[in-house]
């Protein structure tokens, strides 16, 4: 068997001097390596033909020490390898190399210069004797179902992520329309609050201006009247009028005792207010909240959402 690494001065002695033309069979692990050297024997086993030291030394293996090896005179009547039974898959890692081993305790396959560098100690299948009828045993029908098996297994886990693909996008259109949905229904019923704050804020300000109102009415009414009895009084004197003159002089006494001026000055005092807005501090102390809005939850099995309860819409009445 050809071994990666010996030196080439083992070989000297069985290179022949002529080209491959001058024999029948060359060492065909030597000529793995381009040196043509005549044939000295043949491996039944392994259907190659041994140089001399090749010979010599496929015997020393482990995995060859088993095999059945004759001299040239015997090597035409043994070379009748099936052409199915021959190896032809190159080997990974010795790229010129025929993987023609397997391993059974490693579970590797593998060429001569990986049994000889990695596998002395283990018991190697050859497999042109262990591939005879492989076809028809058990082991490829168990093979074929096993594999069988695996295919219908990787087509459920991709219809699987097929279903799930679509669940995602569903699920992912839904969590946005429920965030839109509950933004708007949000925004409503602050709108709702706010035209209600608006509506109170109307009323008091249109009881306040009516009271206004009355009150600038009150004193306009109260200051012209006065200074046309002042003026009807200086007249009167000026005319020496004084029966008129004590007459507009008692009305106008009678005038001075009345409480008009004070209660348009206490109802001016009932509007003496700032119209002011109190942000709900609940309401603000939430929404500094990272989560005030709602917060993205997961689980891990595809279900439907919870149904929300609407948010309450308002019921109280303002006077």
Do not use: W
Not at 59 to 69: E, G, I, M, S
Not at 231 to 249: E, P, V
């Amino acid at each position: 068997m050809a071994v990666s690494g010996r030196k080439g001065a083992d070989f000297q002695s069985s290179i022949s001097k002529g080209s491959a033309e001058d024999f029948d069979h060359g060492c065909e692990p030597c000529m793995a390596i381009s040196q043509q050297i005549e044939a000295h024997g043949f491996c039944v086993d392994c259907q190659e033909h041994l140089c001399k030291n090749c010979f010599s030394y496929h015997q020393r293996l482990k995995a060859n020490k088993h095999h059945h090896l004759v001299n040239k005179d015997n090597m035409a009547k043994h070379a009748v390898r099936k052409e199915s039974d021959v190896c032809t898959e190159k080997c990974q890692v010795h790229k010129k190399e025929v993987i023609k081993f397997f391993c059974p305790k490693h579970e590797a396959l593998g060429c001569n210069d990986c049994i000889v560098l990695n596998r002395r100690a283990c018991d190697i299948d050859y497999i042109p004797d262990k591939c005879a009828g492989i076809g028809d045993s058990a082991e490829f029908r168990e093979l074929l179902r096993e594999l069988d098996q695996k295919v219908n297994e990787a087509d459920n886990v991709l219809k699987q992520a097929s279903n799930r693909e679509k669940e995602l996008d569903f699920c992912y259109d839904k969590l946005l329309k429920e965030i839109k949905m509950f933004r708007i229904e949000i925004n409503d019923h602050l709108d709702q609050l706010q035209k209600q704050i608006q509506t109170d804020a109307d009323k008091k300000k249109s009881r306040d201006k009516q009271a206004v109102k009355k009150v600038l009415e009150t004193c306009t009414n109260i200051s012209s009247d006065t200074k046309q009895l002042q003026s009807r009084l200086q007249d009167y004197k000026a005319s020496q009028q004084n029966g008129q003159l004590y007459i507009i002089m008692k009305q106008a006494k009678s005038e001075l005792k009345s409480d008009e001026i004070k209660e348009a000055d206490r109802s001016l005092e009932k509007t003496n207010m700032q119209y002011t807005f109190d942000q709900n501090q609940d309401l603000t102390n939430m929404l500094s909240s990272q989560d005030a809005f709602g917060k993205l939850s997961l689980s891990s099995s595809f279900v439907t959402s919870k149904v929300r309860k609407p948010i309450d819409k308002l019921t109280r009445k303002k006077t």
